[in-house]
């Protein structure tokens, strides 16, 4: 698990200097704070679901001198004092379209660390960027941590803001191909329709834009699809579902919506 590279990172920062603050944030820390930091004495302080306004403001109260003690005032963190388990109140969520737009000179195109690659139904490698399109998933199925990460939250950007980025990205750094970071790609029907209306403005493709993936659930690719028509002649090449098991009962027992049929 990726969480033991995270571990080693922390004992090296410690090992350069004991004074260095080392902070987790992700599903595991999201999951299991407590184990986090009872397993990692390296480790510091750890940052549940959403994390950049309680990354700042952590932070800052660290540049402003706060010890342990005043560190409750920070919500959605965690962390142990005195061997104590703390964790203080979760964090609101925030809208998504609030956030600043991203920097992208600071990710480049040549970086494969930001890229992602694919290898079509043609069988060729295509290298590009992951959009963010949403946050979180409503439902509840046992296996994923989604739900205890978001709060069994969904929340979308604009279908303005994220065909944005796919702009600036296409036209600025010549990105031609993008993965839609998003669960519940075609849930939401009425901002799936914004979307569409919104590549069709912008028409990427006349700038080099190849093609789309995106993730969704099996039951909203049914639903959509006289949209998703539409979005294929887009770009979008290809939406991905899983599909666990065929037997209801076992559908039932993941908490896995919809049935087999």
């Not at 990172?9 to 999951?31: H, R």
């Not at 005043?70 to 142990?80: I, Y």
């Not at 600043?100 to 992602?116: K, M, N, S």
Request: glycine share 8%.
């Amino acid at each position: 698990p990726e969480i033991y590279y995270a571990y080693s990172y922390f004992m090296l920062a410690k090992e350069v200097n004991p004074q260095i603050i080392t902070v987790l944030g992700g599903p595991f820390g999201s999951l299991s704070p407590e184990e986090a930091l009872r397993c990692c004495p390296e480790l510091d302080y750890v940052v549940m679901g959403e994390g950049e306004m309680t990354a700042v403001e952590l932070l800052d109260k660290l540049g402003q001198g706060w010890t342990r003690n005043e560190m409750p005032q920070v919500q959605g963190l965690a962390f142990l004092d005195d061997e104590a388990f703390v964790q203080t109140k979760d964090r609101p969520h925030v809208d998504l379209d609030d956030l600043p737009q991203i920097d992208f000179d600071l990710v480049g195109t040549g970086d494969p660390r930001y890229t992602f690659i694919y290898y079509g139904r043609k069988g060729f490698r295509s290298p590009g960027w992951s959009v963010e399109s949403s946050r979180g998933c409503n439902f509840g199925c046992r296996f994923c941590s989604k739900p205890i990460h978001w709060r069994r939250d969904i929340r979308f950007r604009s279908a303005e803001r994220v065909v944005e980025d796919m702009e600036i990205a296409v036209r600025k750094y010549g990105v031609r191909n993008f993965l839609m970071s998003s669960t519940c790609f075609l849930s939401d029907r009425g901002r799936l329709e914004d979307f569409i209306i919104e590549m069709e403005k912008r028409n990427l493709k006349q700038y080099g834009m190849g093609y789309f993936l995106s993730l969704t659930r099996a039951d909203d690719g049914r639903r959509t699809r006289d949209l998703v028509t539409r979005l294929h002649a887009l770009g979008m090449e290809a939406a991905c579902f899983g599909g666990e098991v065929s037997d209801d009962e076992q559908l039932a027992s993941l908490h896995r919506q919809p049935t087999s049929r």
